[in-house]
């Protein structure tokens, strides 16, 4: 039997630690530079989507997660800081909703792969009216999100398949499915009501992933004007799937661009930079001129 070294794992832990505060502070210090470079309808945004991270009393109940066993696609160092106060520079929440803006849909339907504990959900939410959202994971639905949305357990009709639906400021839906489950996924797109204007991605961060919950729920569901939003795109083989998913939607629609910029992810300063990507219609590099933003490492990627 092999005997577990703990003097290896204790090093090992550290180690990693170090490393991970030692590229926070390097980022802190690049991002002097691009703090001086904020748009003020991107700081609105920004204190409004702060405001109401502070109404939030639990993204999840301690008793709920589990590192080991269901940790929801967070690491612990991750949930210890859900709650953290957020400087006012732009997470991916921020600028995507400057992206729903943009696009100008009086009603726009969203759809969020991964939701995992709601944290990007809930500020979308919070900044739509009279819109309808879909939530899609593979985790039961938490406890703090089924009470703050009144979700009702409905069943649907062709196969029985039990989901979540809530109807206030706006049309709530929570279907939970494994994003490779193609089976699954053929039942979620009966309750799509119209094709999709903005997508989410950060569910299973593989190229099978991105392609299988393209080529099963958003292909043929696709808006002809959308955002198409992905998260970490440096993890794994990411970015390959990406790339794939872009090369088939400009096949029939010459408009799309694809792009990637880095920033913060979910709890802000307290972890490195995310590499974002994003399929769009909209022309990103007039956008941020026009704005007078500048983001970390943007780029519009044309060598696909």
Known sequence: MNKKNYFLDFISYHFTKLKRKSLIGLTQLVLIFYKRKISEELILIMKKNRDHLRTVKEFLPEGEYDHVN???????????????????????????????????????????????VFKNFQQIENFLEDSILYGY???????????????????????????????????????????????????????????????FSDALHSEEGIMSEYENIVKNNLSNEFIYYFDD???????????????????????VRFYSFWTYGWIGQYEKLHKIGLITTLDINCLLKEKKLSLPLFKEVTNV
């Open 233 to 255: 795109l440096n993890m794994y083989d990411v970015q390959a799937g990406v790339e794939r998913v872009f090369k088939d939607i400009k096949i029939n629609n010459e408009k």
């Open 137 to 199: 994971d593979m985790n039961d639905l938490i406890t703090t999100i089924h009470d703050k949305y009144n979700f009702k357990s409905m069943t649907e009709e062709t196969s029985n398949q039990e989901y979540f639906h809530s109807k206030e400021k706006n049309e709530i839906f929570y279907f939970k499915n494994n994003v490779l489950s193609k089976e699954g996924a053929e039942i979620f797109k009966n309750l799509l009501k119209g094709k999709i204007n903005v997508i």
């Open 70 to 116: 269901n940790n929801y696609g967070i690491q612990n160092y991750i949930f210890s800081n859900l709650k953290n106060e957020i400087d006012l520079f732009p997470t991916y929440t921020d600028v995507l909703v400057l992206l729903i803006e943009e696009l100008n849909f009086k009603k726009p339907i969203y759809l969020e792969i991964g939701t995992s």
